[in-house]
């Protein structure tokens, strides 16, 4: 079993939808969560980081996590066809160097 | 402002050969990686380095030597390459609780 499970898609949804991203883990020492977009070839990119449990939000996306059940999402309000992209769920024990990554889910979001 | 350049971006090599990614940082960030992203394992830690002259091995670190003479540059050598290592390499620099990723090798052992 994988440190960090994440479905790998794709997810296909209209334009203006709302759009769930969700990661579970086994390692309860995990601290530090976050939230990657990729584009198709190209690096990815950080979109959001959480430390420990809770929501944050950043525009049109929100991360939660919750520790108890080791479960994390990222919500995707108004989606747009830009939002196309892979998301990677990432995790840490506090190094930052040694990112536990999920392996990534494809959105696509139709006009 | 380039951040972070990788080369070649592609490569097609053979079984056997030794092939060297280079990975080169505009920046002066002390800690430096490299990942290999394969269809359903997703992004996996080769090696990374705190500073120059200082490396440490990730989760697949076997296959494959790194070296860091100076800050800006961190290159990835297969010694002997196999196909198990055909993938999209990612190099990349950590700052604080970011890290950022060039734009990938991608890489074909026939």
């Known amino acids: 079993q994988k440190e960090v499970e994440q479905d790998p898609g794709p997810l296909s949804v209209p334009e203006g939808a709302i759009v769930s991203l969700n990661c579970t883990y086994s390692?309860?020492?995990?601290?530090?969560f976050m939230w990657y977009r990729q584009y198709s070839r190209k690096g990815p990119e950080l979109l959001m980081y959480?430390?420990?449990?809770g929501n944050k939000e950043d525009g049109r996306f929100t991360a939660q996590v919750d520790k108890s059940s080791k479960y994390i999402s990222l919500f995707i309000r108004d989606s747009q066809p830009s939002d196309s992209a892979t998301y990677l769920c990432?995790?840490?024990?506090?190094?930052?160097?040694?990112?536990?990554f999920g392996t990534g889910t494809r959105l696509l979001v139709s006009p | 402002d380039a951040g972070i350049t990788q080369s070649p971006r592609y490569k097609i090599t053979e079984t056997g050969r030794q092939v060297t990614l280079m990975c080169h940082q505009t920046?002066?960030?002390?800690?430096m990686f490299w990942y290999r992203q394969d269809l359903g394992h997703g992004l996996r830690l080769i090696y990374y380095?705190?500073?120059?002259?200082?490396?440490d091995k990730g989760e697949v670190p076997d296959g494959y030597v790194v070296s860091r003479s100076k800050t800006e540059n961190f290159p990835l050598t297969l010694e002997s390459a196999t196909r198990s290592q055909t993938s999209v390499y990612f190099c990349?620099?950590?700052?604080?609780?970011?890290?950022?990723f060039g734009p990938g090798t991608r890489l074909t052992v026939l």
């Open positions: 990432a995790m840490s024990e506090g190094d930052f160097q040694k990112l536990v």
């Open positions: 390692n309860s020492a995990f601290q530090y």
């Open positions: 959480t430390y420990s449990s």
């Open positions: 920046w002066s960030h002390s800690y």
């Open positions: 380095s705190a500073a120059a002259d200082i490396t």
């Open positions: 990349g620099t950590t700052e604080g609780n970011e890290q950022f």
